[in-house]
């Protein structure tokens, strides 16, 4: 009887110290999010930038636009960022579906109407010429949209 209840606490105690040499072997291993996340020869430690480690170090950044200005041309519009010097540019557009852009645009032209008619109201002739403009502008677009749609 004694000698099964010291077998148990021979067992327990050899236990013990298989978790506490996994802890430490846990511990010691452990990687950050960042670690995992990233392939080998990426430093991602910095908080503005990642340097790609290879024959020569590069830095890598990424950039979120998440509008665009009214009047511009894509190609255009980014061409400081492709003529910066030796860098790779990759840009990826979010496609939207259309008839989220037509409910959208809907909603915008609606919202417009209403802005005019207040500018209209208050004699505010400026203010109704731009709200008209933009309101011909939003319609233009949801008919462009519609027309390539079918």
Same mark, same amino acid.
């Not at 298989?18 to 430093?43: A, E, M, W, Y």
């Not at 024959?55 to 980014?78: D, G, I, K, Q, Y």
């Given at each position: 009887?004694?000698?099964?209840?010291?077998?148990?606490?021979?067992?327990?105690?050899?236990?013990?110290?298989?978790?506490?040499?996994?802890?430490?072997?846990?511990?010691?291993?452990?990687?950050?999010?960042?670690?995992?996340?990233?392939?080998?020869?990426?430093?991602?430690?910095?908080?503005?930038?990642?340097? $790609?480690?290879?024959? =020569?170090?590069? !830095?890598?950044?990424? &950039?979120?636009?998440?509008? %665009?200005?009214?009047?511009?041309?894509?190609?255009?519009?980014?061409?400081?960022?492709?003529?910066?010097?030796?860098?790779?540019?990759?840009?990826?557009?979010?496609?939207?579906?259309?008839?989220?852009?037509?409910?959208?645009?809907?909603?915008?032209?609606?919202?417009?109407?209403?802005?005019?008619?207040?500018?209209?109201?208050?004699?505010? $002739?400026?203010?109704? =010429?731009?709200? !008209?403009?933009?309101? &011909?502008?939003?319609?233009? %677009?949801?008919?462009?949209?519609?027309?390539?749609?079918?």
């Amino acid at each position: 009887m004694f000698g099964i209840k010291k077998k148990t606490s021979d067992t327990a105690s050899s236990e013990d110290v298989r978790v506490r040499d996994n802890d430490t072997l846990l511990k010691r291993n452990q990687s950050t999010i960042k670690d995992i996340i990233s392939p080998g020869g990426i430093d991602a430690s910095y908080t503005n930038h990642i340097a $790609i480690m290879s024959s =020569r170090t590069r !830095l890598a950044r990424s &950039m979120v636009v998440s509008t %665009l200005p009214r009047m511009c041309t894509f190609p255009e519009f980014l061409r400081g960022m492709y003529t910066f010097g030796d860098i790779n540019v990759s840009v990826f557009i979010s496609p939207v579906n259309e008839s989220t852009s037509q409910t959208d645009l809907n909603k915008t032209i609606n919202e417009l109407e209403s802005e005019r008619i207040v500018a209209q109201d208050r004699g505010d $002739i400026n203010r109704e =010429r731009i709200i !008209l403009q933009k309101r &011909m502008e939003a319609e233009e %677009l949801r008919d462009t949209i519609a027309s390539r749609i079918k």
